[in-house]
């Protein structure tokens, strides 16, 4: 066999055995090329919503691309882009006027970040921190990762990371202590934005906070005047049970960054949205208020077209009942293994569900991540637990027997891995 030139995201090569080729993928299913079929609960690292290769959007990015490839967004703009951002605006949360394109998660954030700042540079008012809660994640980029948690996974960059202003994680029973840091550091008038993951924190640890946290979070950053970002690059898009998980604490944030979700997972693309408040202020006669962002691909049309194809696809399709049944099938499952002692901080977010393997020892987890995703692969199933923390967020065309075989193999597998089976 050639060896491979692809040098993989978050993968030690030294540990990790060949990648298994994908040949096609279907619904919940990648397949491959010998025709073997994974789940993929994980919904391939959370971008795929309705299901791998959704007809619709696929054939919107067929048609699409008999009429474009890419087009500057300088001097020019497309259907695609104008009837997305026109779309966006309508489901979003109430406020949001503007829509700002670029290709991933991590540009939105940045995009947002930069947002931020140049709202306050423009207005003349000197505010320039930034306020970020605990076990958040961002993205990869310099930026994204100076506003994300701290660890083994940037500390090679630390040198090159901004600081910022961190917020204890609002555990429950301690949801006080988070709203007060806030105050506090809203009180020195030099906070320009809070950056939070609504309701989870996805990479963090699938950590779930509750809805009221984010609605006083929100009461304290409009009372101070600085800025309310939503990062809903994992949250939205019904993860959580609502298109937005902001609006399960009924509010409205001044930035809300997009992107996974967006074309149901089909291709790379990502918005920021923001208030007219933020665009007027970048609005002037005066060419250095301009906002001075852009990518190469910044609204590709074809990527429009399937996230245009995306949202025709939650107006037409019964999403939010599959989501509700996803939902009510995750209770089930979870509510057995609740008193389960291998596993404790069993919770449940909308379509995500989580839990912790209990380790026999400290350190033990680390070594024992690639051994339980070895073994999920070998069941058919794509899960990759984040350390000890074992979760599901499969697309929501996943029927209610996919998933059980999803548990089964979880119970299986945590069995193995403590050496009781
Ligand atoms: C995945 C993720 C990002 C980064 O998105 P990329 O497309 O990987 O750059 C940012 N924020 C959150 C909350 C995410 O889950």
Redesign the pocket.
């Known amino acids: 066999m050639t060896r491979s030139a692809v040098w993989h995201p978050f993968t030690q090569h030294a540990l990790e055995p060949p990648m298994k080729r994908i040949a096609s993928t279907k619904g919940a299913y990648l397949i491959d090329e010998h025709g073997d079929r994974f789940l993929d609960a994980i919904s391939s690292?959370?971008?795929i919503t309705h299901g791998h290769r959704h007809p619709a959007i696929m054939k919107a990015i067929r048609a699409a691309t008999e009429a474009y490839d890419q087009i500057i967004l300088a001097e020019f703009s497309h259907e695609p882009a104008e009837t997305l951002a026109r779309g966006l605006i309508e489901i979003a949360p109430a406020g949001l006027s503007h829509v700002f394109y670029s290709d991933?998660?991590?540009?939105?954030?940045e995009v947002a970040l930069k947002m931020a700042l140049g709202y306050f540079h423009n207005k003349g008012e000197p505010r320039d921190r930034i306020v970020v809660m605990e076990a958040?994640?961002?993205?990869?980029?310099i930026g994204?990762m100076s506003t994300g948690e701290r660890g083994v996974f940037n500390a090679a960059y630390e040198s090159l990371l901004f600081g910022v202003d961190r917020l204890p994680f609002p555990a429950a029973g301690r949801e006080e202590q988070t709203l007060d840091a806030f105050e506090a550091f809203c009180r020195s008038g030099r906070v320009a934005a809070l950056i939070v993951?609504p309701l989870v924190?996805?990479?963090g640890g699938m950590k779930i906070y509750d809805a009221r946290v984010l609605a006083g979070l929100k009461e304290i950053a409009t009372r101070h005047a600085c800025l309310f970002i939503a990062?809903?690059?994992?949250?939205g898009w019904g993860r959580t049970g609502t298109m937005f998980a902001c609006e399960q604490a009924n509010i409205s944030p001044d930035i809300l960054?997009t992107?996974?979700g967006l074309t149901g997972g089909s291709l790379?693309l990502?918005a920021t949205l923001c208030t007219s408040e933020i665009f007027n202020a970048h609005l002037s006669t005066d060419r250095r208020k301009t906002f001075f962002h852009s990518s190469s691909y910044t609204a590709n049309p074809i990527a429009c077209a399937a996230a245009v194809a995306n949202l025709e696809v939650w107006r037409s399709e019964p999403a939010f009942e599959r989501i509700g049944t996803l939902e009510a099938l995750h209770r089930q499952h979870l509510e057995r293994l609740r008193g389960d002692a291998r596993f404790t901080h069993v919770r449940q977010a909308g379509t995500i569900a989580a839990l912790d393997l209990i380790a026999p020892a400290a350190g033990y987890l680390a070594e024992a991540g690639p051994r339980l995703r070895r073994l999920f692969r070998e069941r058919g199933l794509l899960i990759r637990p984040l350390g000890n923390v074992i979760y599901l967020m499969p697309p929501y065309c996943v029927t209610s027997d996919e998933l059980a075989r999803a548990y089964d193999a979880i119970d299986e597998v945590a069995s193995i891995v403590l050496g009781k089976a």
């Open positions: 690292w959370w971008v991933s998660g991590s540009t939105s954030v958040s994640y961002h993205g990869d980029t994204t993951e924190l996805g990479a990062d809903e690059v994992m949250t960054c992107s996974k790379p990502a």
